[in-house]
């Protein structure tokens, strides 16, 4: 039986408390049948409940470095690892023909000096650019942002996949550096999966080079390749769009000013959603503590009567360990709330932002149509007052260059407009279907944890009932 069918009708047959009474209060015989039913039925629950949870929970990480124990005292970060057996699937079938993992991480120097390497393995099975081969290359943090900034600056019709953001403490805690090498791997796993970007000289000399290349060398190397552009009338314009910093361009397409609406409220209500996410897995953590607190104070308690009344001590004894387990289940489930849904609304928060630079390219290329167009208004304006004049030949010249800028100007609005609109449509479809699955795991997370809970009263209750009987 599949894990969601299984959910429900575990949900559909729990029974209410009365029900347990009564079938600890039937005689030997049923009793004693009931237990093995409910015992071999609690088996299969625990077979499913297993199966789920190697999906579900936290797994070891991909490098031994980052296999250490969990600090509690670090509230940011309270990541073992963001891998498991069906990410790792879900990677595989996304990424095609050319496959990206980042597999080990290691500290380099000392100090202010100490850094983070990320091991990046690139394999490539009969790819249409890349052929087949492998390649593997070492790269800091400042590398990928290289890799940002080159793409970012040479695709303005382009959602540049976003970076994990920087951190100034706890950089070199195992559970921020799992967390960024997973965060970088999504990157680099968006970029080689859209045609335009997988096929970018910065992208090539980043997963190419198989020597350790310093932010210099790495943007000598792609300059060399790269195909200079020809400085030309849209130099001039970026001149002047550059000096009228204050100025805006006049939006002639509705369906970008309602975009634009649309992806601000849209960033205000991830960042809340994920401020509140961020809270309530806090706050699981702190009841997991009390959970545990709670299981020592009666453990103690359930010592004192060792010699003195011998069902409480061994009543508390049961309750000490299913306290313990309580513990430990509100340990994993928020571990699984963080990598699941926390993670993916703080990922599509800063994708939004993505978004929106892609509307400000497109409003810089805009405003240089609107100026060339002013342009082109004013030259034709010039040479209608002087038809008859010496230099009337020249100013027809300054129209017909004018009309031309003005022409390309337009063609490279409708372009630019042509190819942000299926970018964003692109990004819609793609959000939908995350956000969905990032919802559909808390909500399977948090039925699979309420179904172990719920297993645990009931075996301390049946003990509680047949010491009473």
Request: a negative charge; glycine letters at 2%; charged letters at 35%.
């Amino acid at each position: 039986m599949a894990d969601d069918d299984y959910a429900r009708k575990a949900f559909d047959d729990i029974p209410t408390v009365d029900d347990i009474f009564n079938s600890t209060a039937a005689t030997t015989t049923t009793t004693t049948t009931t237990q093995e039913e409910e015992s071999a039925e609690t088996e299969k629950k625990s077979v499913v409940s297993t199966e789920k949870d190697e999906d579900l929970s936290v797994k070891s990480s991909d490098s031994p470095k980052n296999e250490k124990k969990h600090d509690e005292k670090d509230e940011d970060f309270r990541v073992k690892s963001l891998d498991s057996p069906k990410s790792e699937k879900k990677k595989d079938e996304d990424q095609g023909s050319l496959r990206v993992s980042i597999t080990d991480t290691e500290k380099n120097g000392d100090g202010v000096n100490a850094f983070i390497s990320y091991t990046v393995k690139t394999k490539a099975v009969n790819d249409s650019i890349w052929g087949d081969r492998e390649m593997t290359a070492i790269r800091r943090y400042r590398d990928f942002s290289w890799l940002h900034s080159g793409l970012k600056a040479e695709f303005k019709t382009v959602i540049i996949p976003p970076l994990p953001e920087k951190s100034i403490t706890n950089r070199f805690s195992p559970e921020f550096i799992e967390y960024r090498r997973y965060e970088l791997e999504k990157f680099l796993r968006r970029v080689i999966k859209h045609p335009k970007l997988v096929d970018s000289v910065y992208t090539k000399t980043f997963l190419e080079s198989s020597r350790e290349l310093n932010r210099t060398e790495i943007k000598s190397e792609a300059e060399q390749k790269a195909v200079p552009k020809k400085k030309g009338f849209f130099s001039s314009l970026t001149d002047k769009v550059t000096t009228m910093t204050s100025a805006a361009p006049v939006e002639i397409d509705e369906w970008f000013t309602d975009t634009k609406e649309y992806l601000k409220g849209l960033e205000t209500q991830l960042h809340t959603l994920h401020t509140k996410t961020t809270i309530m897995t806090k706050k699981r953590r702190d009841f997991a503590q009390i959970w545990e607190d709670l299981s020592l104070a009666a453990v103690e308690y359930s010592k004192s009567e060792a010699d003195k009344d011998s069902n409480l001590n061994k009543l508390f004894s049961k309750f000490t360990e299913v306290t313990h387990q309580l513990s430990n289940l509100n340990m994993e489930t928020v571990d699984n709330e963080i990598i699941h849904f926390e993670f993916s609304i703080k990922d599509y928060t800063r994708i939004t932002t993505a978004v929106k630079d892609l509307l400000t390219n497109r409003d810089s290329t805009l405003l240089k149509c609107q100026i060339a167009e002013k342009n082109y208004e004013q030259k034709k304006q010039k040479s209608d007052k002087n038809t008859s004049t010496s230099k009337a030949n020249a100013f027809q010249t300054e129209v017909t260059e004018a009309e031309k800028q003005r022409d390309t100007a337009k063609q490279s609005l409708e372009d630019a407009s042509k190819e942000c609109k299926e970018e964003i449509e692109t990004f819609m479809k793609t959000k939908n279907k995350d956000i969905t699955n990032a919802l559909r795991e808390l909500v399977q997370t948090n039925m699979n944890h309420e179904l172990r809970v719920l297993d645990l009263w009931k075996e301390l209750l049946r003990m509680i009932e047949e010491s009473s009987s």
